[in-house]
Nanobody, 123 residues
Framework: QVQLVESGGGLVQPGGSLRLSCAAS????????MGWYRQAPGKQRELVAV???????NYEDSVKGRFTISRDNAKNTVYLQMNNLKPEETAVYYC?????????????????WGRGTQVTVSS
């Protein structure tokens, strides 16, 4: 079993900043990618940013230049630094992990989701 624990959401004024964290724990053999999605009320869940095992990153177009995703491999933790936040970015932000769980002898690839953390951008 693997758990993803998110933290760092909250209320921030427009133009403000927040830093989200997501720590993966459990029977982790290797992490292929970790990233953040968000879902606003009445909208589909969308990818915000992803950090892949080779070190490459991808961002949703609207957040480029304002959001930065980073990862601490030793802690199996991914961070999302969000700057200059906008009201329309109010949403539940979900951590996602694409990883292999198990051991050297046997492991399988799984997709895991965190429970989500609320980010509210409002004055």
């Amino acid at each position: 079993q693997v758990q993803l624990v998110e933290s760092g959401g909250g209320l921030v004024q427009p133009g403000g900043s927040l830093r989200l964290s997501c720590a993966a724990s459990g029977s982790i053999f290797s992490i292929n990618a970790m990233g953040w999605y968000r879902q606003a009320p009445g909208k589909q869940r969308e990818l915000v940013a992803v950090f892949r095992s080779g070190g490459s990153t991808n961002y949703e177009d609207s957040v480029k230049g304002r959001f930065t995703i980073s990862r601490d491999n030793a802690k199996n933790t991914v961070y999302l630094q969000m700057n200059n936040l906008k009201p329309e970015e109010t949403a539940v932000y979900y951590c996602h992990a694409d990883l292999n769980s198990g051991t050297d002898f046997y492991n399988r690839r799984y997709q895991y989701w965190g429970r989500g953390t609320q980010v509210t951008v409002s004055s």
